[in-house]
């Protein structure tokens, strides 16, 4: 009696231990990238990026001190990292695109407007051919997108 209960014991723990150690590995992969990224743009002070944050493929990095910020896609299909230097831009947006005739929500993108140039630069933010979990995703991204916009036109 007392071998079977331990043995079932050793099952259980073995099945939880894991998914915790696959997924503390994917976090530290993922650590690992931002902060990769967060060098390439800012060699010398990385830590400078005060604010990151992470949702859905997606993390947001911004130094608001020297207006610099960082959008990376970790997207399977297409994974990127787009940095704008906020010193340069006068204002910032959320555009997004719907299916005509519907609520359904195609793209969103962040387009920011050169203060010298008034030339426009958009870094897309959400797609909808992308999403796994599609409208769901949708309404999260959006949601996370809004406060990000907030974010940046403070720092602006």
Same mark, same amino acid.
């Given at each position: 009696?007392?071998?079977?209960?331990?043995?079932?014991?050793?099952?259980?723990?073995?099945?939880?231990?894991?998914?915790?150690?696959?997924?503390?590995?994917?976090?530290?992969?993922?650590?690992?990238?931002?902060?990769?990224?967060?060098?390439?743009? $800012?060699?010398?002070?990385?830590?400078?990026?005060?604010? %990151? *944050? =992470?949702?859905?493929?997606?993390? &947001?990095? !911004? /130094?608001?001190?020297?207006?610099?910020?960082?959008?990376?896609?970790?997207?399977?299909?297409?994974?990127?990292?787009?940095?704008?230097?906020?010193? $340069?831009?006068?204002?910032?947006?959320?555009?997004?695109? %719907? *299916? =005509?005739?519907?609520?359904?929500? &195609?793209? !969103? /993108?962040?387009?920011?407007?050169?203060?010298?140039?008034?030339?426009?630069?958009?870094?897309?933010?959400?797609?909808?051919?992308?999403?796994?979990?599609?409208?769901?995703?949708?309404?999260?991204?959006?949601?996370?997108?809004?406060?990000?916009?907030?974010?940046?036109?403070?720092?602006?």
């Amino acid at each position: 009696m007392d071998t079977s209960v331990t043995i079932i014991g050793i099952v259980i723990a073995i099945i939880v231990a894991i998914p915790i150690y696959f997924s503390a590995r994917t976090n530290a992969v993922n650590k690992a990238k931002i902060l990769d990224i967060k060098k390439r743009f $800012n060699p010398n002070h990385p830590q400078d990026f005060d604010l %990151t *944050e =992470s949702q859905n493929n997606k993390t &947001l990095t !911004i /130094d608001q001190k020297n207006g610099k910020f960082i959008l990376m896609n970790f997207n399977p299909n297409q994974q990127e990292s787009t940095y704008v230097d906020l010193k $340069n831009i006068s204002s910032c947006k959320l555009v997004p695109t %719907t *299916e =005509s005739g519907s609520d359904t929500i &195609l793209k !969103i /993108d962040f387009e920011f407007q050169e203060k010298e140039t008034s030339k426009k630069i958009t870094i897309p933010f959400y797609d909808f051919d992308d999403d796994r979990i599609k409208q769901i995703s949708a309404y999260q991204d959006q949601q996370f997108a809004k406060k990000w916009l907030k974010i940046i036109q403070d720092s602006i």
